[in-house]
């Protein structure tokens, strides 16, 4: 089976090439090519030595062991207020992903997939909806930020600065590719995105969050809580039901006391369902003690769940209650609600379109 070039670690493409003779320059051009300068064909690359050309003409070349991810741009969109851009990319089995780049220069987020579908089944969320397709790659994952790069560098912008993976599917449930890729990206010889600017967003798959404990990952972690009530939260995430809501907040205080590192609260403002002021007592209660930021998020519709967005004074009352309780929080009002800017809603609406 070929693999990916994008798949590799600094350290593990070193391995692979010196075990094929070559020396440890070519490893360190082979690797700017593909993670610095993010490059779509490593044929006629002026850099290149003769023997590193010779490998890649014998190896990575049509039929060879080795190949790039380069993913082909299925919908490529841009909210009418210029600062998001979407794209729906096709990976080589001709799944569908979303790829988000927020921001127009200087503090630019890449929002990226990590699965294609997703198993936890969030009744409010496009992704879930779909169900589960298959888990990508490591470099499936990092060709979504060479990508963005790219597009940073055609619009002369200076390079990509924070990372969320908030896209389509569930981190931790892709934990090694995920943390393959992140190690990779956060490589200070390629994209070297800042540790501290990367988010894992997850749903609250406790045995993952205990691993990033136990291994001191010094990324950042958001948690969608969405509910501060077992079986509110239950009925709008199944994925609860497997790692109930103790457990989960058992973790994130284990989380907490093991990295000394504040933990992001995701919370999706539905009217009616966990909006009200009640609502905002029992999160302060639930997350005293954690050090917890909490982002309020009013919902994206989709078509297939009935909530509709909590209106602003809601939300302001809401969040007025956290901040009486010492709770600090944002409400993030998603850009670019006309590109279908929920997590798989643009693949969905190009399904439907079909
Ligand atoms: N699976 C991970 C990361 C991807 S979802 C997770 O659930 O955290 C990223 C965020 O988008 C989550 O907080 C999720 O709850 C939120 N989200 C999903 N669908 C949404 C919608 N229709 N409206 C608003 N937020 C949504
Ligand atoms: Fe999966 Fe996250 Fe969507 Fe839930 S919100 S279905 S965990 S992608």
Redesign the pocket.
Known sequence: MPASLHDFTFPALDRALVADGLRPAHVGALWRAVQRDGALSLAARAEFSPPLARWVAEHAGEGGRYFLDEPAVAADTASSDGLTRKFLLRLADGQTIETVLMGYTGRTTACVST?A??????V??????MGFVRHLRAGEIVAQVLHVQRTLRARGAAGLRNLVL?????PL?NYDAVLTALEILTDDRGVALAPSRVTI???GVVPGILRLAEERRAFNLAV?LHSADASERAAL?P?SRRWPLDELIAACREYGAKTGRRIFFEW?LIAGANDSPRHAEQVAALLAGIRAHVNLIPLNPTNGFAGTASASPAAREFQGVLRERGLPSTVRQRRGIDVAAG??QLRAEKARAA
Request: with cysteine; glycine share 22%; aromatic share 4%.
């Open positions: 699965q579908g997703c198993a936890m089944g969030c409010f969320c496009a992704t879930g909806q908030m896209g389509m599917g569930e449930h967003s997850t749903v969608s995430v994925a999706t997590c798989g």
